[in-house]
């Protein structure tokens, strides 16, 4: 069989486009840094690295939702900061409103302050995130959570909200929080009770916040403490209005003691001053719960009052606002505490988040990176056996049975 040499030229010129070929590919991976390209460099490889890359995709989708929830929980612990100073400052003005030596446009004045005060907490309450979405709505429903409806025949603040709070998962965190339960689920009275004057009282009178001593014997119920003139001595007699009004046999008729504790159903308090025949004290046993703006509210009423019995009530709603505002200002301390929690908790979801990423580039890189060292050295091996094979080619291609007759 004879070969033509133009077959021989045909497949000459064939192998060196194959190397040709392979050089400029070779040089496409080092100029990439990448050994697989496109799926059909290494199927396997390829195949891997596309799942790697939606992992990696998704952590880093993970890090920019907790990165939001962070900034969003940074600004509302600083808003919760705001409010804690907001409620410590409404505290000072009620002990100085506490002075007895006040005038009455002295009281106007810091009446004046706390509705000032009042304000600036609404506003807190309300404050959005650099988003513009309410830090503290609870689940959402409303752009603004606290509407102020106080007017004469309004009923305060109310929370449009939606109450409750997005629990923490394993990647993510709320981004706002139950700002109801912050503000608006403060205990009355002393948590327990609330000790109150009728309006209708004339003496001097008033009492403190009181405390449970017996739990067991403690019911819950609703009394009254009615105060007689008998014989030139003031007695009292404790009247259960749950159970119909019924006196107690233990507590009828009793002699009446300025500063001395009064102790029934697992409660005690002590009654100060001098009451009236006729005067009362209403017990309210599981009062529902009240809110800060409404506490504030009240305080400033009290300062405001003018009526019979007028220092006697003023002393005593002063005293329950002051352990309510105590109460609030637990409350919006252990908010900022579990926000603090929070936030912990996004440090080390960040660093977990920027673990996993980590690793899914590193899984990728294995996959498809080439060695460089190795792919140079390739390069070059390749390189010159082109140029060697180019060279003899050129050499081989000038040999002619006509040259050598010549």
């Given at each position: 069989m004879?070969?033509?040499?133009?077959?021989?030229?045909?497949?000459?010129?064939?192998?060196?486009?194959?190397?040709?070929?392979?050089?400029?590919?070779?040089?496409?991976?080092?100029?990439?840094?990448?050994?697989?390209?496109?799926?059909?460099?290494?199927p396997?490889?390829?195949?891997?690295?596309?799942?790697?890359?939606?992992?990696?995709?998704?952590?880093?989708?993970?890090q920019?939702?907790?990165?939001?929830?962070?900034?969003?929980?940074?600004?509302?612990?600083?808003?919760?900061?705001?409010?804690?100073?907001?409620?410590?400052?409404?505290?000072?003005?009620?002990?100085?409103?506490g002075?007895?030596?006040?005038?009455?446009?002295?009281?106007?004045?810091?009446?004046r302050?706390?509705?000032g005060?009042?304000?600036?907490?609404?506003?807190?309450?309300?404050?959005?995130?650099?988003?513009g979405?309410?830090?503290?709505?609870?689940?959402?429903?409303?752009a603004?959570p606290?509407?102020?409806?106080?007017?004469?025949s309004?009923n305060?603040?109310?929370?449009?909200?939606?109450?409750?709070?997005?629990?923490?998962?394993?990647?993510?965190?709320?981004?706002?929080?139950d700002?109801?339960?912050?503000?608006?689920?403060?205990?009355?009275?002393?948590?327990?009770?609330?000790?109150?004057?009728?309006?209708?009282?004339?003496?001097?009178?008033?009492?403190?916040?009181?405390?449970?001593?017996?739990?067991?014997?403690?019911t819950?119920?609703?009394?009254?403490?009615?105060?007689?003139?008998?014989?030139?001595?003031?007695?009292?007699?404790?009247i259960?209005?749950?159970?119909?009004?019924?006196?107690?046999?233990?507590?009828?008729?009793?002699?009446?003691?300025?500063g001395?504790?009064?102790?029934?159903?697992?409660?005690?308090?002590?009654?100060?001053?001098?009451?009236?025949?006729?005067?009362?004290?209403?017990?309210?046993?599981?009062?529902?719960?009240?809110?800060?703006?409404?506490?504030?509210?009240?305080?400033?009423?009290?300062?405001?009052?003018?009526?019979a019995?007028?220092?006697?009530?003023?002393?005593?709603?002063?005293?329950?606002?002051?352990t309510?505002?105590?109460a609030?200002?637990?409350?919006?301390?252990?908010?900022?505490?579990?926000?603090?929690?929070?936030?912990?908790r996004?440090?080390?979801?960040?660093?977990?988040l920027e673990?996993?990423?980590?690793d899914?580039?590193?899984?990728?890189?294995?996959?498809?990176?080439?060695?460089?060292?190795?792919?140079?050295s390739?390069?070059?091996?390749?390189?010159?056996?082109?140029?060697a094979?180019?060279?003899?080619?050129?050499?081989?291609?000038?040999?002619?049975?006509?040259?050598?007759?010549?």
């Open positions: 004879r070969i033509a040499t133009a077959n021989n030229y045909d497949s000459t010129i064939k192998v060196l486009a194959d190397r040709q070929a392979q050089l400029a590919q070779q040089q496409e991976r080092l100029a990439t840094g990448k050994r697989v390209l496109r799926a059909s460099d290494d396997v490889s390829a195949t891997l690295s596309e799942a790697a890359r939606n992992r990696l995709a998704r952590a880093e989708a993970d920019r939702a907790l990165e939001a929830s962070r900034t969003s929980l940074q600004q509302a612990e600083s808003g919760l900061a705001e409010s804690g100073e907001l409620i410590q400052r409404v505290r000072d003005l009620l002990v100085t409103a002075n007895a030596a006040f005038t009455d446009s002295e009281r106007e004045d810091v009446a302050q706390l509705e005060l009042r304000e600036q907490m609404i506003a807190v309450a309300n404050r959005t995130d650099s988003a979405r309410t830090l503290f709505g609870g689940l959402g429903g409303a603004t606290f509407v102020d409806l106080y007017t004469p309004g305060g603040v109310t929370f449009n909200g939606q109450r409750g709070q997005a629990a923490a998962g394993n990647t993510a965190l709320p981004q706002a929080l700002g109801e339960s912050i503000w608006m689920q403060v205990p009355q009275g002393n948590g327990r009770f609330v000790v109150t004057l009728p309006n209708s009282n004339t003496g001097a009178a008033s009492t403190s916040m009181g405390e449970v001593i017996d739990p067991a014997s403690y819950g119920g609703d009394y009254r403490i009615s105060f007689n003139q008998v014989a030139g001595q003031m007695q009292y007699t404790v259960d209005v749950t159970n119909g009004n019924t006196p107690l046999a233990s507590h009828t008729g009793v002699p009446y003691e300025p001395k504790a009064v102790q029934f159903g697992g409660m005690s308090f002590t009654i100060n001053g001098q009451p009236a025949s006729g005067d009362a004290i209403d017990i309210e046993g599981s009062p529902a719960r009240s809110d800060i703006f409404s506490i504030v509210q009240n305080a400033v009423e009290a300062l405001r009052y003018d009526g019995n007028e220092s006697a009530h003023r002393n005593q709603e002063l005293a329950r606002a002051m309510e505002v105590d609030s200002h637990d409350r919006v301390l252990l908010a900022r505490g579990r926000v603090g929690e929070l936030l912990n996004a440090d080390s979801l960040g660093s977990l673990g996993r990423a980590f899914h580039k590193a899984e990728d890189s294995r996959l498809t990176d080439i060695d460089l060292v190795k792919g140079i390739d390069f070059q091996t390749q390189q010159q056996g082109l140029e094979a180019i060279k003899s080619y050129a050499q081989v291609q000038k040999l002619s049975l006509f040259s050598m007759i010549g």
